[in-house]
């Protein structure tokens, strides 16, 4: 058997860039300052990671606890009110797949995004994918994205011996992989990397860089 682990955003559906303005523009609809998007300044680009070093570097006053609980509540309804304007979109091939490996018994499946798991649930149910039976480590987990991809591989796996494969489609999904010894696979056009498809319309290619 194989794991195969997902990210979410651009990974599955077409959500970065709404998710992106969703979570900036709650930030600062609940502290007036505007955050600073250049996220690969930052060491930990998860929706908890961001409010950590947005503290650090911008908003002092604030503890993390108290902004992620203001900051959470308004950023769900921002992205309830863009799927409910226009519904998340696929990234093509992408619900076919993931259907087709998990009813594969040489696979077991799980996801590991840097979002907030409500948020999370919420865009891939509007893309039309069932989260019922989906297991999803989240920023509601840890702040570092590895962290959440090993509380994910513990979840899928207990027993951490199954080889893993990640689909993830930015740098900071290079990075943590790099840094774990995951095999990885980049899904679009944001990052170059050697193992590398535009979205999932070919299954045979999808699946030829799992490992």
Request: glycine share 6%; charged share 25%.
């Amino acid at each position: 058997m194989k794991h195969i682990m997902f990210d979410i955003d651009g990974t599955l559906i077409q959500s970065y860039d709404f998710d992106e303005k969703c979570f900036m523009d709650a930030v600062h609809e609940v502290t007036g300052i505007a955050i600073k998007n250049d996220w690969e300044a930052y060491p930990h680009v998860t929706d908890r990671g961001i409010l950590q070093t947005f503290i650090e570097r911008q908003a002092p006053q604030y503890s993390l606890e108290e902004l992620e609980n203001r900051v959470k509540p308004v950023f769900i309804r921002n992205i309830e009110q863009t799927i409910k304007e226009s519904p998340a979109v696929e990234v093509k091939g992408a619900k076919r797949f993931l259907m087709h490996v998990l009813k594969n018994n040489d696979y077991i499946v799980s996801v590991a995004t840097g979002g907030w798991r409500e948020t999370a649930r919420l865009k891939l149910q509007s893309a039309g994918f069932d989260t019922d039976n989906l297991i999803i480590a989240s920023s509601n987990d840890h702040h570092a994205r590895i962290e959440i991809m090993a509380i994910a591989q513990a979840e899928a796996d207990p027993s951490k011996g199954l080889p893993i494969t990640y689909f993830g489609d930015a740098i900071w999904d290079v990075k943590a992989c790099a840094a774990s010894g995951v095999n990885l696979v980049i899904v679009g056009e944001r990052v170059d990397h050697n193992q590398r498809i535009l979205d999932y319309s070919s299954l045979e290619q999808s699946l030829s860089f799992v490992k």
